[in-house]
C-alpha cells in the first residue's frame, strides 16, 4: 500500500489495534456473518465509535461520529482482503439525520442472503438503521437450535424473523411470529423461505402486540416464549413501561414448564433488572441463567449490554 500521512494518522489513531483486527479477520475465508469489530464496547479507547460487520460480501461500517480519511480506511480493508471476499465497503452515518449510507467500494447491493450455522439470513447492510440480522443474538439462536425439537415456540417482537428460523431448524413443531411492522414480518416469512422450511408450521401476527393476545392465544399454549423487544419504540413499547404488562400474560400462554427467553438492552437497566421483574410480575417463574452475547460483541461494561435470560414456568 502507498505510504500516505494520512495512512500514517489513520493507523496511530488506531494505535494498529484496528487494522490488525481487520487483518486477521479477512486473513482466510469468512463464509458466516460476524461483527469483525465493536468499538461500541469500548474496550479501545478512541475507536467507541466505530463498528465493522461482515455481510458476505458486503463490509458494513457503522460509524456514530465523523470518520476521516475515509479513502485511507478502504484501502486498509482491501489490502486485508487477501481471499478476494470483499465485493462493497459501505458506512453508515448515524451520527447524521436518518443515518445515511456512502458507499466506498463496489456496486451498490440492496439485499444479500448472508450464512450462520448452516441458516440463511436476507440482510440490507446500510439501507436502513438495521440490517435485518442482529449479529449478537448468534448464541441465543445456536440454543434455539440445540433446544427447540418438538416445542411450540412463540416469538414476540419477532422482528424478522431470525430466531424462529432457528427454532424450526432446531425442530421446533411450530412457530408463532408477532411484530406490528408489516414489512418486517413478510422479510421474516422470506427467512423461513430462504431455509425451506414449512410456512404451515409459521403462523405471523403483524399487529400490535397489545392488541393481539386474543390471537396469540389462539395458536398456543406455548412450550417456549421468546421476548425480544427493542428498548423504546415510539408509540408501541418501553422496556420500563410495557415490559410487566408482557410478563403477566405468561400464565394465561405458556404450558406447564415452558421456557421463556426475555431480553433487555439498554445501557440504563442493570443485570438484575429483568430477575427482579420476573419475579414481581411472573412469580410463578424460576430463573434459570443466561445466554451470553456473542463474544465478537465483548463490553468493558457488560451489565450494560445485552442481556439474555432463561426462565422456567411453574
Not at 463464509?31 to 464496547?41: I, K, L, T
Not at 439501507?127 to 440480522?133: D, E, F, S
Amino acid at each position: 500500500m502507498p505510504d500516505y500521512p494520512e495512512q500514517d494518522y489513520w493507523i496511530s489513531q488506531l494505535d494498529k489495534v484496528l487494522a490488525d483486527i481487520v487483518k486477521r479477520f479477512f486473513s482466510c475465508p469468512q463464509q458466516e456473518a460476524r461483527r469483525v469489530f465493536h468499538g461500541r464496547g469500548q474496550l479501545y479507547e478512541g475507536l467507541e465509535h466505530l463498528c465493522i460487520d461482515w455481510f458476505a460480501p458486503v463490509v458494513l461500517i457503522t460509524a456514530y461520529q465523523h470518520i476521516e480519511n475515509l479513502e485511507v480506511m478502504r484501502e486498509s480493508i482491501t489490502s486485508a482482503d487477501v481471499c478476494s471476499q470483499v465485493s462493497s465497503i459501505v458506512i453508515q452515518k448515524r451520527f447524521e439525520k436518518n443515518a445515511p449510507s456512502q458507499l466506498l467500494q463496489g456496486a451498490a447491493l440492496e439485499e444479500v442472503i448472508v450464512k450462520e450455522n448452516g441458516l440463511l439470513f436476507e440482510v440490507r447492510p446500510g439501507l436502513q438503521q438495521n440490517a435485518g440480522l442482529f449479529l449478537d443474538m448468534r448464541l441465543l439462536r445456536e440454543w434455539l437450535l440445540e433446544n427447540s425439537q418438538c416445542r411450540n415456540v412463540l416469538n414476540l417482537f419477532a422482528y424478522t424473523c431470525s430466531l424462529s428460523v432457528a427454532a424450526l431448524a432446531g425442530g421446533a413443531r411450530s412457530v408463532t411470529n408477532v411484530d406490528m411492522s408489516k414489512t418486517s414480518m413478510r422479510w421474516g416469512e422470506r427467512n423461513h423461505e430462504h431455509n425451506n422450511q414449512d410456512m404451515r408450521c409459521v403462523s405471523s401476527i403483524p399487529h400490535n402486540l397489545f392488541t393481539s393476545w386474543g390471537r396469540i392465544k389462539q395458536f398456543g399454549r406455548y412450550d417456549l416464549v421468546i421476548i425480544d423487544p427493542p428498548s423504546r419504540q415510539r408509540g408501541s413499547f418501553d422496556v420500563e413501561k410495557n415490559y410487566p404488562a408482557v410478563l403477566k400474560k405468561l400464565p394465561q400462554l405458556c404450558n406447564p414448564q415452558a421456557e421463556v427467553i426475555a431480553t433487555v438492552n439498554s445501557p440504563f437497566l442493570d443485570a438484575d433488572y429483568l430477575v427482579a421483574l420476573f419475579a414481581k410480575h411472573a412469580p410463578t417463574s424460576s430463573y434459570i441463567d443466561s445466554i451470553s452475547p456473542a463474544p465478537e460483541f465483548a463490553d468493558k461494561y457488560p451489565q450494560k449490554g445485552l442481556k439474555i435470560y432463561r426462565f422456567a414456568m411453574a
